[in-house]
Every structure is written in structure tokens, then in C-alpha cells.
């Protein structure tokens, strides 16, 4: 099903962009994002999807926020804007060259924006988990994410990746992933994307 944008546990990677303590203060909706995150991560390890963990400049910008949930993931640390360094790049082919990226993180329109690129250049399919995803400034990550749409990307959300991934109630995990699923996930601002359109 090329193309299309369905997802599979089996060709899947969950790509963890910067969400690092410096950065609290003047993410937009960096609470909500990065809660949307840690679902996305306790998903990943309940369905066997591997995950893999950046951050940027951490000696200055500081260690992963404790609320991701990301103990036990090395941390690659990096100063490029891409998450695809050489480390990243050995690591995604030590899994077997995953066909699809889950991404989420910061900052929308760099870390994220550049990610993407190099992704997509690779022809890896690129979902970026819309209310998973920010920047400082809203208009940055909004127009990130048009600007990304209109190279390929996939635009989703915490819970369509949910749902996708177990496809229904029949899957051994459904009820694992529902727990996850309980709160709704809150509003980050997206409403003014579609407004946009």
C-alpha cells in the first residue's frame, strides 16, 4: 500500500526530536506535546515498535525532559538540525531500515522541517504527529507543517496512530493501546491550520 499512508508496526520507526529541558519555557504547548510524545513511546514499546532519541547540543541545552518516558533510549546528541546523523543512520539500519518514520518533537520548523527532508530524500515514508510537534512561535510550526505537507509528509495525530497501528479491536494489544487512549488528547493550537486552509 505505497502512497497511501497506512501504517505498519512492522516497517515502523518512532523518531524522538529534542524535547529537552532548556526548551520548556518557550515551546509553544510543550506540556501537551511532549505528553502526547511519552503516548506515542509507551505505544511503541507495548506494539515492538523501536524507538530512537536526539537531542540537540544537550551541554547546553540540557538532558530529555524526564516526562517523555525515554529511560533506557540512548540519547544520540547532536549540533546538525537533522536527527540523521551517522549514529541515527547506523542505528536505522541496525533495525533493518525501517520504511516509516513516526515523528514527533521540536522544533517544527528546523529539527523537524530538516529531519523530513533527509528523510524523504531516502524514501521513507514520513508521518509527523501534528499535535506531537511545535516550535517557539505557533506561525513557525504551522507554516512548518504546510511547508512539509506540500513535500510529502503525512500529517496525523497522537490518536490516528493509535488507532492505525492496532486497526481495530481484534489486535492482542488493543486493549493496551485503549488505556492509552482514555483522555482525549488536548488541544495544541491546531484548529488554526485548518482555518488556514
Do not use: W
Not at 513511546?41 to 538532558?63: D, F, M, N, S
Not at 496512530?161 to 479491536?169: D, I, Y
Amino acid at each position: 500500500m505505497a502512497g497511501i499512508g497506512r501504517l505498519s508496526t512492522k516497517e515502523a520507526v518512532l523518531l524522538l526530536c529534542d524535547m529537552q529541558e532548556k526548551f520548556r519555557p518557550n515551546i509553544f504547548q510543550f506540556t501537551n506535546i511532549v505528553s502526547n510524545a511519552a503516548r506515542l513511546l509507551q505505544a511503541g514499546r507495548v506494539l515492538g515498535i523501536p524507538a530512537i532519541l536526539t537531542e540537540q547540543y544537550p551541554k547546553g541545552l540540557g538532558p530529555t525532559v524526564p516526562e517523555l518516558g525515554a529511560e533506557g533510549l540512548t540519547a544520540y546528541a547532536k549540533t546538525s538540525f537533522t536527527m540523521m546523523t551517522e549514529e541515527v543512520e547506523k542505528q536505522m539500519q541496525a533495525l533493518g531500515n525501517p520504511k516509516q518514520a513516526i515523528l514527533c518533537g521540536i522544533e517544527a520548523h528546523a529539527c523537524i522541517a530538516c529531519t523530513t527532508f533527509d528523510l524523504l530524500e531516502k524514501g521513507i515514508e514520513v508521518h509527523i504527529v501534528s499535535d506531537a510537534v511545535s516550535s517557539r512561535s505557533q506561525t513557525d510550526r504551522l507554516f512548518a507543517l504546510s511547508r512539509l505537507k506540500q513535500s510529502g509528509a503525512f500529517l496525523t495525530t497522537t490518536e490516528a496512530v493509535l488507532l492505525q497501528l492496532v486497526q481495530g479491536a481484534k489486535h492482542p494489544n488493543f486493549k493496551e493501546i485503549q488505556q492509552l487512549m482514555m483522555q482525549p488528547s488536548p488541544d495544541t493550537g491546531l484548529l488554526a491550520y485548518f482555518s488556514a486552509l
